[in-house]
């Protein structure tokens, strides 16, 4: 018995590292939604959709919308401000940066893998439509496994609008 508890302890470690990498943290570039409060009119309506746009377009959008009410802001459709929000879905190794910032090179290694990995983004931009003045800009980033969005677009959300 002592033998066969030693032998899944070992089996459970060896596949340890290949299981981690299931659900990897969502990483975001840190900046933080301003408060209502910060405001002068917290009242919001999204960009409309392209036509043609995918499933995980209108998802990330929705979902977007539901955080920033959840937060106080006013949907309406003669509101002040403007939130776009871009999503992208590409391989893994793709690199994310704003226009200031250098693109990291250098090849990753090869690992076994149990699934093709792809890299979800969601970038979100408030614009003050007065004066064109971006009020707010962020994305956020994770790569996961599967074609399912819709299990991790909330974790997404809440990392974009910080």
Known sequence: MVHQKHLWRSLALSFAPLMSGCAPAVQSNGAHLPSVSALA??????APLLPGHDAYVSLATDAVRENLVSRGYVLQPD????????????????EVVRPEE????GQRRAQIALCRREKYVLSVAIVDRTNGRIVFRNSASTSRCGNEPRKFVQELVRAALG
């Not at 509101?79 to 793709?94: E, I, L, P, T």
């Not at 250098?102 to 090179?105: G, H």
């Open 102 to 105: 250098k693109p990291v090179s």
């Open 79 to 94: 509101a002040r401000y403007r939130v776009d929000v871009g999503v992208a879905v590409g391989a893994r190794q793709v």
């Open 41 to 46: 009119a917290p009242t919001f309506f999204t």
